[in-house]
């Protein structure tokens, strides 16, 4: 699955900024099949309602700051609070918050560095929520990330532009989960993949997603 909001920079959802006012992008993905759909809110303001497995959000501005993010199961905050975690927004930075786990709700905060590859070279990494341990190798089998665990984001490394092949192992077991076939990569754009787990059938599931740093622009 791929993020393709950002393939045309005007579908992308950067609004205006508050005038005056440190803010912060957030964007929620949801790693977690525990419950069919969730609910987020940040303080008492709902940030996103009814997120099913394996959706975002599109990036969202909140002041910068201190914010109790919860997650509950959706249509159900008073009887059934999943997690609740105090959050901390720096100004001008750009953040993924994910749900995850395959049998306890857990929230992860990501933070998307603000990096600008060089052409013809784009910047990926690997950011884990499933309950394996991977290495992700390419096409010619050169490891790209190794052994990265539960709730753990590699650093980014450079990639060329171009159609390629990566496989995911599960280093446990030494054996491929997953192949993502053919995926193009653009010169200049930061991307993750976030490997979830299906909590039902324990099915692996790569996505990649474009970060928001690649197309939000401090006005």
């Known amino acids: ?3 393709f909001l950002c393939y045309n920079k005007l579908d992308s959802y950067a609004p205006s900024q508050p005038k005056d006012v440190p803010i912060s992008f957030i964007r ?3 790693g977690s099949e525990i419950f069919k759909r969730f609910d987020v809110y940040a303080g008492d303001r709902i940030v996103t309602r009814g997120i099913s497995f394996k959706k975002f959000t599109p990036y969202f501005i909140l002041p910068s ?10 249509g159900k ?3 059934n609070l999943q997690v609740s975690s105090m959050l901390n927004f720096m100004p001008d930075m ?3 918050v994910a749900i995850a786990g395959t049998s306890l709700v857990e929230m992860v905060n990501i933070n998307d560095p603000i990096l600008k590859p060089e052409p013809p070279y784009a910047n990926i990494r690997l950011v884990n929520l499933s309950s394996s341990i991977f290495n992700m190798t390419d096409s ?9 665990g539960y709730k753990e984001a590699s650093d980014y490394i450079s990639i060329s532009e171009g159609k390629h092949i990566l496989k995911g192992i599960d ?3 030494d054996k491929v989960s997953f192949v993502m076939n053919q995926i193009e990569i653009k010169p200049q754009w930061n991307y993750t993949i976030y490997v979830l787990e299906s909590s039902i059938k324990q099915i692996i599931h790569p996505l990649l997603l474009i970060d928001g ?7």
């Open 1 to 3: 699955m791929f993020d």
């Open 28 to 30: 929620i993905l949801n």
């Open 65 to 74: 700051g201190k914010y109790k993010i919860d997650i509950c199961q959706s």
């Open 77 to 79: 905050k008073a009887s």
């Open 94 to 96: 750009i953040y993924t």
């Open 140 to 148: 010619k089998n050169n490891t790209l990330f190794h052994e990265i």
């Open 171 to 173: 280093s446990k077991i």
């Open 213 to 219: 740093t690649t197309y939000i622009k401090k006005v």
